[in-house]
């Protein structure tokens, strides 16, 4: 049986992913969609911070796929779309 690799995120990308489904005003199962990870892990993020604030996500920083400019990108993109879209009707 294949094992899976263990998926490891910046603590930036924590962050941002907590930032976004605060202030974006959409469900945390859509921000978890867009940023493909699974909605339990946004939960344990928030709880985290939650209950440890500056000591949660104490991890050495490596770096991974997805840069916070990345989701950034990504995120402007879809609500571009989502204005170009509104504005034909």
């Known amino acids: 049986m294949e094992r899976r690799s263990k998926k490891k995120y910046t603590t930036e990308f924590k962050l941002e992913a907590i930032r976004l489904s605060n202030e ?3 469900p945390i199962t859509q921000v978890a969609r867009d940023l493909n990870i699974p909605p339990y892990m946004l939960y344990r993020w928030r ?3 939650h209950r440890q604030g500056s000591k949660a996500f104490p991890g050495k920083g490596k770096k991974t796929n997805v840069s916070s400019e990345k989701l950034e990108l990504e ?3 879809r609500e571009n779309k ?3 879209t509104s504005e034909t009707y």
Do not use: A, W
């Open 24 to 26: 974006s005003g959409k």
């Open 47 to 49: 709880d985290d911070l």
């Open 75 to 77: 995120r402007l993109r």
């Open 82 to 84: 989502r204005l170009r």
